[in-house]
């Protein structure tokens, strides 16, 4: 599975990450911090990766193209990086097992 992380993701969170998801990049480790949602949704459909991001826009784009690329939707808002990258870790089957369904394309993730 590959991961790339939106702006509005820390990359200490992404740092905290690597460990549990052997794949992980930031927007701007792909010189894409600066550019639109539809040019990081264009990315990760030419490249095979999974955006994820706690940013709504991406859901409409899904909403309205479909995937690949698949989107997970953290809607946690504002946390502390650490209980950021706790949330995705606790997560974890649940999103390997999003990644191998192909009948889905977005994956919502809550704080509890």
């Known amino acids: 599975m ?5 702006q509005n993701i820390s990359h ?5 990450l690597k ?14 911090f ?9 990315y990760c459909k030419e490249n095979g990766l999974t955006v994820i991001t706690q940013d709504d826009d991406f859901e409409k784009l899904y909403l309205l193209m479909g995937y690949p690329p698949k989107v997970i939707w953290v809607r946690t808002g504002n946390l502390p990086n650490s209980e ?3 949330i995705l870790i606790r997560n974890k089957e649940t999103i ?7 009948d889905v394309g977005l994956l919502e993730i809550y704080r509890l």
């Open 2 to 6: 590959k991961l790339l992380f939106d």
């Open 12 to 16: 200490r969170v992404v740092n905290l």
């Open 19 to 32: 460990t549990e998801f052997e794949f992980c990049l930031t927007v701007k480790e792909v010189d894409l």
């Open 34 to 42: 600066e550019a639109s949602d539809n040019q990081i949704w264009r």
């Open 84 to 86: 950021l990258a706790n």
């Open 96 to 102: 390997l097992e999003f990644n191998d369904n192909p």
